[in-house]
């Protein structure tokens, strides 16, 4: 019999929370030993404890509440935070998931303890080395023992980097279980779309939160510009749950979109609904860009590029950047496009071969 291993998920922000999701789910059945430690880069209700709530998931037995500020200063503390609690719990894996500061410093605090770290969503790259998530995924691949890559063309580019075969699983992507997992409950629940006065297939939905965009005034100015001239042309309403951030940065920046519906970031399974019956997505979000995918909705990205070349493959995406022009052209593009592309992303069994190749080879 194997020794029994102690596993720490280190987690920060609401795609994290919902994609581990899965993966606890699957070590709880199993009765596995670990703990959540949560850094507290999200802190809102509504960008972080909704999750839990809603997903079941037990609580993190450790939150640093980092809270918001420069790279720097973000990704120190939890640096400093998280090495303090690996000390106590001595604990034999830590297993992050997917690009942000929280992973970036619990991964490296974790190696130089030379504590295994086992990386979920392993091998993504837009190529693009001035997004923070790009450097982040990059250093927590490299630092990482165990590889669960998403899809062939994520191990393909592990490899490429020089990461040994056998360090790299081939999993899916937890997000399709997620989905899976949550879709029926979210169809059986309290309904998002018409309290908000809308009907399945007429209406758009967007998020816009990537700090490319949203932090630089003509960025954000053009690509608001070119939802007010799709909402405008298409006669739909357009509803955009938005980020925080993305709303401070409005206010800051005096950006008043004209046919926009903001409303604040909801719930998973609310956000489902209003994936699942929109007629189309636009956005600039990592997760959006899947969901749309597996949900059968098309996709516009308001971005230059995709670290989900998958997307574009099967033909359920398309790259617009940030020209109003372009984001009009490309929408014109995908409502005419037939959605029968595949899904690219697995078949919602990747948390539990996540924590079976755990069992396995931890
Ligand atoms: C972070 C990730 C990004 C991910 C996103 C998921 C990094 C570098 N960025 O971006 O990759 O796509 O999470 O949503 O790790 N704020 C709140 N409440 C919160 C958290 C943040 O109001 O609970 C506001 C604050 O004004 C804060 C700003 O949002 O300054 C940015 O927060 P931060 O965690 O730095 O980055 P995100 O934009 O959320
Ligand atoms: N999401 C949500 N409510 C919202 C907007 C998004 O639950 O109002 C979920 C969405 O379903 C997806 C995840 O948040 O699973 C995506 O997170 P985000 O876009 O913040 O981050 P990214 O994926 O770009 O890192």
């Known amino acids: ?172 992507n937890t997000i399709v279980d997620a989905i899976y997992q949550n879709l029926e409950i979210a169809r059986g629940s309290a309904n998002t779309i018409s309290a908000l006065g809308l009907k399945p297939q007429e209406y758009f939905l967007v998020t816009i939160h990537r700090q490319e965009n949203v932090d630089n005034r003509a960025r954000f100015a053009s690509i608001l510009e070119g939802l007010d001239r799709v909402a405008a042309e298409f006669e739909t309403p357009v509803i955009y749950p938005i980020h925080p951030h993305s709303r401070k940065r409005m206010a800051e920046f005096n950006l008043k979109p004209r046919n926009l519906t903001l409303i604040d970031p909801v719930d998973f399974l609310s956000f489902l609904q209003l994936e699942s019956s929109a007629r189309l997505i636009l956005t600039d979000s990592g997760g959006v860009q899947e969901e749309a995918c597996i949900l059968s909705v098309p996709c516009v990205t308001l971005r230059d590029n995709t670290e989900r070349p998958e997307t574009l493959e099967v033909g359920s995406n398309i790259l617009a950047g940030v020209s109003p022009d372009k984001i009009v052209e490309c929408s014109k593009a995908m409502l005419g496009r037939e959605k029968n592309w595949e899904n690219p992303f697995g078949d919602g069994t990747a948390g539990r071969k996540i924590v079976e190749i755990l069992e396995s080879v931890a």
């Open 1 to 172: 019999m194997r020794e029994p291993v102690k596993i720490a998920i280190i987690l920060g922000t609401r795609p994290e929370i919902i994609k581990m999701a899965p993966v606890i789910r699957e070590l709880e059945k199993r009765q596995e030993n670990y703990f959540i430690l949560h850094t507290g880069q999200h802190y809102s209700y509504n960008l972080d404890r909704v999750f839990f709530e809603q997903l079941r998931l037990p609580s993190a037995r450790y939150n640093l509440e980092v809270g918001s500020g420069s790279h720097a200063e973000q990704t120190g503390k939890i640096l400093v935070g998280v090495e303090k609690v690996l000390r106590e719990e001595e604990p034999d894996l830590v297993l992050i998931e997917g690009d942000t500061n929280s992973i970036l410093a619990g991964a490296l605090a974790a190696v130089k303890l030379h504590i295994k770290v086992g990386h979920v969503e392993a091998g993504l790259r837009s190529y693009d080395r001035n997004m923070p998530e790009e450097i982040n995924r990059i250093l927590a691949d490299h630092c990482s023992a165990f590889l669960f890559a998403p899809t062939e063309k994520a191990k393909a580019i592990l490899k490429s980097e020089g990461i040994p075969e056998e360090k790299i699983f081939m999993t899916g």
